[in-house]
């Protein structure tokens, strides 16, 4: 900034002073980050004391007179937006930032450009150029909101670059007083972007980015300019109408051909718009301050040897073993029992085996050798039956087992009857033997419990 340039006396009433005021604690709230559009943000270092009234630095001046001029001079309104744009732009261009992330510069290649022109009535204005019509791919351009958003924001700032506000020296007038010189031109050509089959992914980024620029970019703008729009483009006015103020609806013109933009910017502008100026591909651009496609390739070839890889790795861990292996798990598989396999008839009960087949030959040897006794028949054969029942010598403790709870419990075993042992009745040998502790004679029957 020259050293001349200086803001004229305040009064300790002046809006300006009011908001500097505020200053500190805005800074407070954006944990000290304090840069704005190539302009550095300071408060008070004294407190005023009777007639004594600290200027803010010219710098600091024009940064607060924009956000006033953006309320109308609402003081309270403009410390808001100038305390919600700091804590915006700490998280967004901070050390550890939004803006570190990046953007494919390939994905926005001849999308964004920005020229310096001389107008008809001579002034020099920076130009901002969104040339929509360019995109290849309209989904892949504004379905990553934040990437794109990162690249939007950042053509933004580049222009303003071009304002070289830290070199300005002309105040700016209040509000209502005359206007801001220290504004920009923004261009949106939209050929070849068909609205009828417009997705919805550039609907929400033109949403967000118009909102994002209201609110954190006040009187940055002074005329916008859309360029090769069909008039079924209604849509685009009724959102703007929804989000800017009346004053900046003003600034917006819709132009039906790209040839028109000459009438109001002059010959210095590209040819495709009615100028004799150079290509806009001969101006300027924003590049990522990351290597994002280098990443991106990156990435994408070690996906591809990692993948190849896989491929070649066996789709399952018994293809993977060695033979070796597989032969001694198969002759370990077949040396293990398969009870999975077994008939829940043919299952032995391990745990009371021997006191079974006990069990099994003293009532083998109480039964009669012929089929023509049948239990129950007669009394007298019962109790026949019964007296011949000797208790079983148990030589060791008797070990507990499941009580029979009713007769018609299914065999859990198969008992085997040896050999040399007299047939069993059909009868007994459907009776369920399960493992005894104790043989008791009752009145006409045989009770194994």
Not at 207 to 216: L, P, Q
Not at 228 to 255: C, F, G, H, I
Not at 379 to 397: G, I, Q, R, Y
């Amino acid at each position: 900034m020259a050293a001349t340039a200086s803001w004229p006396s305040l009064s300790a009433e002046h809006p300006i002073i009011q908001l500097f005021k505020k200053v500190p604690e805005v800074l407070t709230a954006s944990a000290g980050y304090n840069e704005l559009w190539g302009l550095t943000l300071a408060g008070p270092t004294t407190e005023s004391s009777g007639d004594s009234v600290e200027q803010p630095t010219f710098s600091t001046a024009l940064i607060l007179q924009k956000f006033l001029r953006a309320n109308a001079n609402d003081q309270g309104k403009a410390f808001s937006q100038l305390k919600d744009t700091m804590v915006w732009r700490k998280s967004f261009f901070g050390t550890d930032g939004e803006v570190s992330k990046g953007w494919s510069d390939e994905k926005f290649k001849g999308l964004g450009y920005i020229t310096v022109n001389k107008t008809k009535s001579g002034a020099i204005k920076v130009v901002c150029w969104n040339v929509y019509g360019a995109t290849k791919d309209l989904k892949k351009t504004f379905g990553d909101l934040d990437e794109f958003l990162r690249w939007r924001v950042n053509l933004m700032e580049e222009s303003l670059k071009r304002l070289n506000l830290g070199e300005a020296t002309e105040p700016i007038p209040d509000y209502g007083k005359g206007a801001d010189p220290y504004m920009g031109l923004q261009v949106h050509d939209y050929m070849n972007v068909s609205f009828l089959r417009l997705p919805g992914e550039v609907k929400t980024a033109s949403k967000k980015t118009i909102e994002m620029f209201a609110r954190y970019y006040p009187e940055t703008l002074e005329r916008k300019y859309f360029v090769n729009v069909p008039t079924l483009m209604s849509w685009v006015y009724t959102l703007l109408k929804k989000v800017l103020s009346a004053a900046t609806l003003k600034k917006l013109e819709m132009l039906s051909s790209s040839k028109d933009l000459a009438s109001r910017l002059g010959e210095d502008i590209p040819e495709a718009y009615g100028g004799k100026g150079q290509p806009l591909d001969a101006s300027n651009s924003v590049q990522s301050p990351r290597d994002v496609d280098g990443e991106n390739a990156a990435k994408q070839a070690t996906d591809e040897a990692e993948s190849k890889k896989a491929e070649e790795v066996p789709k399952t861990a018994e293809e993977a073993k060695p033979e070796e292996s597989k032969a001694e798990e198969t002759a370990m598989a077949d040396e293990t029992p398969k009870t999975e396999e077994a008939k829940p008839e043919d299952v032995k009960v391990e745990a009371h085996k021997e006191e079974v087949k006990a069990v099994a030959v003293v009532v083998a040897e109480a039964a009669p050798a012929t089929e023509e006794v049948k239990l129950p028949e007669t009394t007298d054969k019962t109790e026949e039956a019964s007296k011949t029942v000797e208790p079983l010598p148990l030589t060791e403790e008797p070990t507990a087992a499941p009580v029979v709870e009713s007769a018609a419990t299914e065999p859990t075993s198969t008992v085997e009857t040896p050999k040399d042992a007299p047939e069993a009745p059909k009868e007994l040998s459907e009776v369920p033997l399960p493992a005894p502790t104790e043989v008791m004679e009752r009145e006409n029957e045989v009770v194994v419990v």
